[in-house]
Nanobody
Framework: QVHLVESGGGLVQAGGSLRLSCAASRSIFSLNVMGWHRQAPGKQRELVAS???????NYADSVKGRFTIARDSVKNTLYLHMSSLKPEDTAVYYC???????????WGQGTQVTVSS
């Protein structure tokens, strides 16, 4: 089992930057995949970025070149560095971890990101 706590959301103007953090209750290298998802009002939750234990990253096309996923193994924390933010990035951002060998998903409580135009 793993407990995830996100932080770092807030209100920012278009073009600005934010850094989201996700603190895990156990070693992040014990988690097969960690990632960030987001859900805007009236829309389905979507993958933003993910990173595997071996460091392979994956990004949604809409955030490539603007967002960077990173991790700190000492702090057991996952980050999402967001820059050149757009109003359409407004959503609740969720941290997700997948454990194994039988895959099981764990989610954080979410953090709101609002980008004003």
């Amino acid at each position: 089992q793993v407990h995830l706590v996100e932080s770092g959301g807030g209100l920012v103007q278009a073009g600005g930057s934010l850094r989201l953090s996700c603190a895990a209750s156990r070693s992040i290298f014990s988690l097969n995949v960690m990632g960030w998802h987001r859900q805007a009002p009236g829309k389905q939750r979507e993958l933003v970025a993910s990173i595997t234990t071996s460091g392979v990253t994956n990004y949604a096309d809409s955030v490539k070149g603007r967002f960077t996923i990173a991790r700190d193994s000492v702090k057991n924390t996952l980050y999402l560095h967001m820059s050149s933010l757009k109003p359409e990035d407004t959503a609740v951002y969720y941290c997700k971890a997948i454990t194994g060998p039988v895959p099981r998903d764990y989610w954080g409580q979410g953090t709101q990101v609002t980008v004003s135009s």
